[in-house]
């Protein structure tokens, strides 16, 4: 089973619609997690921490479950400008903050 | 502010070959992680310093090695490549050594290995 794992998609959404992502991780010492936008040949950037209580951001919406060693992210009223990967990283667990990249899922919004 | 650099952006190599990447974090980082990106995959942690000092290294050969210089600035180095090296190498600054602080990624060297 790998480290972190998520559905490559493509997810296919049209403008406005709800979109929800799943990350799944094996290490149940995890420590740290987050969301990270990667626009096609470009850098990956930052689009949020996922907190234990859960946290919002205007649209979005990220979720922990460490029962189900699971972290979610929602993207509700899709915007086209949201075409993206989506990655999530974990970090830590047994004494190491090395992080662990999902391999990302890709996300297009059509008009 | 200048964000996380990166030299050069694309680099073509021969087998064989040795190459260097080069990153200069954010002003006040003290903390410098590389990364290797292929096509279709997520980002693969290769080695992550601060202050100077090795912090963590991935599931990479011998053949990579980095080291972190006095002004924070970092190199990566490759030896004896090998066409499966081709890839997009990133860097990523951070405030401190650990792992649960956002990271801020360059836009990468592009490497082809022929």
């Not at chain 1, 559905?7 to 959404?13: H, L, Q």
């Not at chain 1, 209580?53 to 990220?62: H, I, M, P, V, Y």
């Not at chain 1, 479950?65 to 509700?76: C, D, E, F, P």
Request: hydrophobic share 30%.
């Amino acid at each position: 089973r790998k480290e972190v794992e998520q559905d490559p998609g493509p997810f296919n959404v049209p403008e406005g619609a709800t979109v929800a992502f799943n990350c799944t991780y094996s290490n149940s010492a995890s420590q740290s997690f987050f969301w990270y936008r990667q626009d096609c040949r470009k850098e990956p950037k930052l689009l949020m921490s996922v907190y234990s209580s859960g946290n919002e951001d205007g649209r979005f919406t990220a979720q922990l479950n460490r029962a189900s060693q699971y972290i979610s992210l929602l993207i509700r009223d899709s915007k086209l400008s949201d075409s993206a990967t989506y990655l999530c990283v974990v970090n830590g667990g047994g004494g190491s903050y090395i992080p662990t990249f999902g391999r990302g899922t890709s996300l297009i919004v059509h008009p | 502010d200048a964000g996380v650099t990166q030299s050069p952006t694309h680099l073509i190599k021969t087998r064989g070959q040795h190459v260097t990447l080069r990153c200069s974090p954010i002003s006040g980082h003290k903390s410098v992680s590389w990364y290797q990106q292929v096509l279709g995959q997520g980002p693969q942690f290769i080695f992550q310093y601060y202050e100077k000092e090795e912090r963590g290294r991935g599931n990479f050969p011998d053949r990579f090695s980095a080291r972190q210089f006095p002004n924070y600035s970092s190199e990566l180095n490759v030896n004896a490549l090998l066409l499966g090296d081709s890839a997009l190498y990133l860097c990523a600054s951070s405030l401190v050594g650990i792992g649960n602080t956002e990271a801020f990624f360059g836009q990468g060297t592009r490497l082809t290995v022929v």
